[in-house]
């Protein structure tokens, strides 16, 4: 029933939301970049076992990761929206083959992001072409992301305490929302309620305690273990605890946009709206729509942007559109069409050949660290290809 009223809202609002020609035209021709920089990528790592792309060095040279790295899923999930596009089947060879890199990671039950590993792999390798053989990677990878859920706290724990963040006892990030889609993938696919009883706790118990008034977020909730309380609220990643991190928001609004396509409870739709209306909203989203990495940073415009923000942020704003109602559908998706625009232009799209073989350019992983400021990022290409998949869906592409 549930995709029933999903698919019947997604057609009215649809059937008024229409792409200009203009910008279908650039966002197919930005798919045609997008391929041969794939293709450049996969042949460049062929001959490196094991190895994915993360971003650049300081001389712009391809920095590589191992499958336990966080990001190791997307460039094989970019190889599969390449796929389905374009429907060539060296495409498929190099998906299925980037993919295999990352198999290892369905047993591990050390980290939350077990399902950008593999949901963005095997998921979308799956969700192409039904090979069964990918259906037991996803179901281990869900079991393992299971383990990390504590009932006491309502949470799957993001990351695990040590050295480097001894002052949280139980570290919840709204990254983690992302995740989510696994769980409740799985609990239908292999008739694991479990799954998706773990997935619901876990973002209506980041919906009690990750958000402002504002509709903005922290980036880190950390919960006693014993009580299942809340001890801290920081923001790891942005500027201050106080203060809104770009990237974070786009986790939350994709999150919660994908928790209500799943589940069609509109607490969660209405946490996503709230979420959209304060970025959409914001007085310090520039004019091209692409956010600075903290919408509170002081020194705003002089400041970094971050692509890999709004590449999330659209194509999540993308699919929100189709939920709501005419007014917000239309704000929605102007602001996704702005940053389509933005991303498929020479300010953040990458020549053919350069930049590493990555697509954009000016995304920023971790700036109070001084990482990855200012260079490709791996999830940052594959959410930009997700958001022109989407946007070519809506012309019937």
């Known amino acids: 029933m549930r995709y029933i009223v999903l698919i019947l809202m997604a057609t009215v609002v649809v059937a008024c939301n229409t792409p200009e020609d203009g910008l279908l035209q650039k966002v197919e021709k930005t798919l045609v970049v997008a391929k041969t920089q794939s293709i450049n990528m996969a042949r460049s790592l062929a001959d490196m076992p094991g190895r994915l792309p993360q971003t650049t060095n300081k001389e712009g040279k391809l920095e590589t990761c191992s499958s336990g790295w966080w990001v190791s899923g997307f460039f094989p999930g970019q190889l599969w929206?390449?796929?389905?596009?374009?429907?060539?089947?060296?495409?498929?060879?190099?998906?299925?083959?980037?993919?295999?890199?990352?198999?290892?990671?369905q047993h591990n039950t050390g980290t939350h992001d077990v399902g950008f590993m593999i949901f963005c792999s095997y998921g979308n390798g799956y969700r192409l072409t039904g090979n069964v053989d990918y259906l037991p990677v996803i179901k281990n990878a869900a079991t393992s992301l299971s383990t990390r859920f504590d009932p006491v706290i309502g949470c799957i724990r993001s990351w695990d305490r040590?050295?480097?963040?001894?002052?949280?006892?139980?570290?919840?990030?709204?990254?983690n929302m992302m995740n989510l889609e696994l769980l409740e993938w799985s609990a239908e696919k292999f008739n694991k309620p479990h799954f998706a009883e773990i997935a619901r706790t876990h973002a209506n118990t980041?919906?009690?305690?990750?958000f402002r008034p504002d509709g903005s977020s922290y980036h880190v909730i950390s919960y006693d273990t014993i009580t299942g309380e809340v001890e801290h609220r920081h923001t790891a990643q942005g500027y201050s605890h106080g203060s809104a991190w770009a990237r974070g928001q786009a986790w939350g609004l994709y999150g919660f946009t994908m928790m209500f396509r799943e589940t069609a409870d509109s607490a969660y739709l209405d946490q996503a709206i709230e979420i959209a209306d304060f970025i959409t909203g914001h007085p310090n989203l520039p004019e091209d729509k692409i956010p600075y990495w903290d919408y509170n940073v002081p020194g705003i415009p002089d400041t970094k942007r971050d692509a890999s923000a709004g590449a999330i942020t659209c194509s999540a704003l993308l699919e929100l559109q189709k939920y709501v109602n005419k007014a917000r559908s239309e704000k929605y998706l102007n602001v996704a069409k702005k940053q389509l625009e933005s991303l498929c232009s020479d300010a953040y799209l990458a020549e053919p050949g350069t930049n590493a073989n990555f697509i954009l350019k000016h995304s920023l992983g971790h700036m109070p660290n001084k990482s990855e400021v200012d260079v490709p990022l791996s999830y940052a290409d594959y959410y930009f290809v997700e958001a022109m998949m989407r946007y070519c869906e809506l012309s019937g592409k």
């Open 81 to 105: 929206y390449m796929y389905e596009y374009f429907g060539d089947d060296s495409l498929k060879y190099w998906a299925d083959l980037y993919s295999k890199r990352v198999a290892d990671q």
């Open 162 to 175: 040590g050295d480097w963040n001894s002052q949280w006892q139980y570290a919840v990030i709204i990254d």
């Open 206 to 210: 980041t919906m009690k305690n990750h």
